[in-house]
């Protein structure tokens, strides 16, 4: 293992990482061989090969596409830690993709930079670097860009070699596809997609397949935003959005529920909107057959706080009014532009929507009509299952009722 004083560590800037100043703080920390970067200096030293050099980009940087892409191109790499506004607890890496074996958050603090160079410099030549790269053709598929990725799993953008439909490919990563158990749950995760072949309202899974021991799947590229991005961009949404949302996603959740599966995960990440209007979900990567609705702490754990039914802790069974609480949650935070309770932390998170009541959303927004606190706040996030909405045909019913509550 090399000592702090034999790595060069590289840093490249941007808007969220002043270079100088993070050179400073880690020479003071025993790393005297860091050194700010150019962006010409940058794209010349990532083209061979760095064995004692470790990279630090702002992930910011307007250039760090095209850097990343003469990474892909080379085998012997250096290295590569991103500053991100990623959620780093989420989007860890379990190897190298888009080059990157490493996250910190912005603002960047030196001493998380540390941690990490540390870990990488113990790691050295332990990494696995046969992940695929943008311009590489696997299967019918050519990788043209990188959309994401998480612990387990990297999605990419691909072409097909036949028509012209940009389309998303999600591979796990190989320490995944090495796991039974990961695997098993991503193959369960298609399996459900598959039920709803040919339903518009739930993005389609188009192929599978494997590639160097990465499994992977391709879907439908939805071109839009997923709902998350419209609240972050507009603050909140219009009444046109908001009841295009309200009768798209009802409509797919009254699709899902038919087909006896409960999604388990709905939230406003996984419900997009298409530049055409189209409302699509995704994400069922947690979903359930209904005859599987006891769920260990582990499981439920692993949701999102801010959309969880209040049975979940208290009993940790599910059931498809576990999926219209998330809906009338995910509602609520599209309407009111805040989620119906904020904490500090999950825990107090989740005991707010086990003992609390959310603010009426006409106290949010004056404008909002009463019929909307009436199915969203009094019906869809009641605390009992037995006083929402008996299915997503009757909250598709009520809102064909309320054509006239518009705001």
């Known amino acids: ?41 940058t794209m010349e030293i990532v083209k061979g090969p760095r064995p004692d050099s470790i990279l630090v980009i702002d992930a910011q940087n307007s250039d760090v596409e095209a850097i990343c892409r003469e990474l892909h ?15 780093v607890d989420t989007c860890k ?42 311009g590489e053709h696997i299967d019918q598929y050519t990788i043209t ?49 598959d039920d709803f072949r040919g339903n518009d309202r739930i993005v389609q899974v188009l192929a599978r397949g494997e590639f160097a021991g990465h499994a992977y799947c391709v879907m439908e590229y939805v071109d839009g935003s997923d709902v998350s991005h419209i609240i972050a961009n507009r603050g909140r949404g219009n009444y046109d959005t908001v009841a295009n949302v309200a009768c798209g996603l009802a409509e797919a959740l009254n699709a899902v529920h038919a087909a006896e599966i409960i999604h388990r995960n709905i939230k406003s990440e996984k419900v997009f909107v298409t530049k055409d209007g189209a ?37 940790g069974t599910v059931t498809a009014a576990t999926d219209t609480y998330s809906y009338g949650a995910t ?11 904020e904490a500090d932390n999950p825990s107090d998170m989740i005991r707010a929507h086990m003992t ?38 009757e909250v598709l019913h009520l809102l064909d009722s309320m054509a006239d509550a518009r705001f």
Not at 283 to 312: K, N, V
Request: hydrophobic share 40%.
């Open 356 to 393: 609390q009541a959310p603010m009426a959303l006409s106290e949010c927004r004056p404008e909002v009509p009463q019929d909307w606190d009436e199915l969203v706040v009094n019906r869809c996030l009641a605390k009992d299952p037995e006083n929402r909405p008996a299915s997503m045909a």
């Open 279 to 315: 409302v699509k979900l995704a994400g069922f990567g947690m979903a359930l057959r209904s005859h599987e609705s006891r769920l260990t702490e582990m499981d439920w754990a692993t949701g999102m706080p801010r959309y969880t039914a209040p049975e979940i802790p208290m009993s």
């Open 145 to 193: 860009g990188t959309i994401a990725w998480a612990e387990d799993s990297y999605v990419f953008k691909v072409h097909p070699d036949i028509g012209d439909k940009i389309q998303v490919m999600k591979m796990l990563s190989q320490e995944a596809s090495r796991d039974e158990n990961l695997v098993h749950h991503f193959d369960r995760e298609l399996q459900m997609m």
């Open 1 to 41: 293992m090399k000592s702090r004083a034999e790595v060069q560590v590289e840093i490249l800037g941007g808007p969220n990482v002043y270079a100088p100043n993070l050179c400073g703080e880690l020479m003071r920390l025993g790393y005297s061989r860091a050194r700010p970067l150019t962006v010409p200096q």
């Open 93 to 134: 890496p379990a190897g190298r993709v888009a080059q990157a074996d490493d996250l910190v958050s912005v603002p960047v603090v030196a001493e998380e930079v540390l941690a990490r160079l540390d870990i990488l410099t113990s790691q050295a030549g332990e990494r696995d670097l046969r992940l695929p790269r943008c």
């Open 331 to 341: 509602l609520y935070h599209l309407i009111a532009g805040r989620s119906p309770f």
């Open 73 to 87: 191109g080379n085998p012997n790499a250096m290295p590569l830690i991103l500053a991100t506004t990623y959620d």
